[in-house]
């Protein structure tokens, strides 16, 4: 096959799935035995385009259809078709964005988004950066305090100085626990701050863990609110955090991975982000809710300018940043942890364009009106039950079994079955040890239709389930 009849056969195949993505099943399930027999991996298929295509085809065959409205595992589904086309761009050109001299465009769209950023959060004199995730996000945050604490840290280590102490709330997500390890902290060194019963993160009990660690002579130097947990969806607040900070002088970080969206609509950050633009550093995924291509996060840092150049450079790298350079300025690379960097920016670019902020803030306000319409939904039909209360986005709910059926064992059942049967995917998480399935919103041409639908073959099928249950 020629290059051209390659494009034209590919370009069909992307847009035939796309065009199909909401059709049918959201997943034609085979077991990893069977889908590795189907695949056929050790198949030679040297200079065989044709077999490539077969290829791609079992591949989109056997992928779960994340723009189908089945699709609610995740925090994320689908796609933007903006941000589509801008990966389809950035794989063709492939190039690392980490000079200008090797990414013009697509660094000049990174400072501009990222300024952009910056100024909705109301970070003055901020600086930022794409990064592979709000994971990494969170890490460079910590990194950053740490590296303010202790000033010598970067070169010398931790060695000889007091224990350094992170503080998160205890329903963070597990990224912090990692970034206490890479960065030599020790998890046990990162305190999960009880929560109140709405799931955030309660500042007293915050006090008296910084007066006990600085009575024990250790160094607390990091809080990280979480806005927007990833089960509940609660926001830790930030006033009193803010204040705290004032005391006991720590760095302190926002992880809005998911709720961050709260940006983008004023009344919104008023009402879950009040006091955003006095934190430190700030963490958001568009790769969640807002639907860009994954990945696509940003990390803010306020009143730091100058501090991700110093924290995440070392060593010798005149091969590929020249100082010398009149545009080695703009040079995302020497900010980055990473050497080659992916191009993340014409993606998420084209998909402000093309919405704009208010397109996309009306995306937010809809989903949370779909979240409350589940709510109460879920407190309409008799056989479901919220499994807490709803905080902002996220919907927690379970099937209720007889107290002789597991609740737990039932419902991780229950969300099985709806899975292989190609039915519906939805999370699950434990809340106080208690499984709930988590429902979110990310397809934004979802309307209480597909709500409803949802609902009604979950509860067909869970009465099904508890039939056999009982008979059985
Ligand atoms: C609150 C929170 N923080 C961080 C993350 C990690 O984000 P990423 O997958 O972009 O690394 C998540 C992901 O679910 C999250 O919910």
Not at 285 to 305: A, I, Q, S
Not at 322 to 335: F, I, M, P, S, Y
Request: negative net charge; glycine residues 8%.
């Amino acid at each position: 096959m020629n290059e051209e009849a390659i494009f034209q056969r590919l370009l069909a195949l992307v847009e035939q799935y796309h065009a199909g993505r909401k059709q049918g099943k959201f997943l034609d399930y085979l077991d990893p035995d069977e889908l590795a027999a189907e695949l056929d991996l050790d198949k030679d298929a040297a200079g065989d385009w044709q077999q490539l295509f077969q290829w791609l085809g079992k591949y989109l065959q056997h992928s779960v259809k994340t723009g189908h409205p089945g699709f609610l595992n995740r925090m994320w589904s689908g796609a933007n078709l903006p941000s589509i086309a801008g990966e389809i761009i950035t794989a063709v050109t492939n190039t690392s964005a980490c000079t200008y001299e090797g990414a013009p465009v697509s660094t000049l769209m990174e400072h501009y988004m990222l300024q952009v950023m910056l100024d909705l959060a109301g970070f003055d004199e901020g600086e930022a950066q794409m990064t592979t995730g709000s994971s990494n996000g969170n890490m460079i945050a910590m990194l950053a305090a740490r590296n303010q604490a202790i000033e010598t840290c970067k070169e010398k280590g931790l060695f000889g100085n007091p224990p350094l102490i992170a503080f998160v709330s205890a329903d963070a997500h597990y990224s912090l626990d990692k970034a206490a390890n890479i960065l030599g902290l020790g998890t046990d060194h990162l305190i999960k701050v009880p929560v109140d019963e709405h799931g955030r993160m309660r500042p007293e009990a915050l006090e008296m863990l910084l007066q006990q660690h600085q009575q024990q002579g250790n160094r607390p130097f990091f809080v990280c609110a979480t806005l927007g947990t990833t089960v509940r969806g609660a926001y830790d607040p930030l006033p009193p955090l803010v204040a705290l900070r004032e005391k006991y002088d720590f760095w302190l970080h926002g992880d809005g991975a998911w709720g961050g969206v709260a940006l983008l609509d004023e009344e919104l950050q008023r009402h879950f982000l009040p006091g955003i633009e006095q934190l430190d550093s700030f963490t958001w995924d568009f790769h969640k809710m807002v639907g860009t291509n994954l990945m696509c996060n940003l990390l803010l840092f306020n009143h730091h300018r100058g501090t991700l150049r110093c924290v995440c450079s070392a060593g010798e790298h005149s091969y590929l940043f020249r100082e010398e350079d009149k545009n080695a300025e703009l040079d995302t690379g020497t900010a980055s942890l990473q050497c080659g960097r992916r191009v993340d920016s014409l993606k998420w670019f084209l998909d402000w364009k093309y919405f704009g902020r208010e397109g996309l803030a009306q995306r937010v306000r809809h989903y949370l009106s779909l979240s409350e319409y589940a709510e109460q939904t879920v407190n309409s039909i008799p056989e479901l039950d919220m499994t807490v209360p709803r905080e902002s986005f996220n919907i927690c709910f379970h099937f209720r079994t007889p107290e002789d059926i597991s609740g737990n064992e039932f419902n991780l059942e229950l969300r099985n079955r709806l899975f292989k049967q190609g039915i519906s995917l939805v999370g699950i998480a434990y809340i106080d040890e208690r499984l709930t399935l988590r429902l979110l919103f990310t397809h934004p041409d979802y309307t209480r239709k597909e709500v409803d639908h949802f609902f009604d073959t979950l509860v067909a099928t869970g009465k099904e389930l508890l039939d056999e249950h009982l008979q059985g």
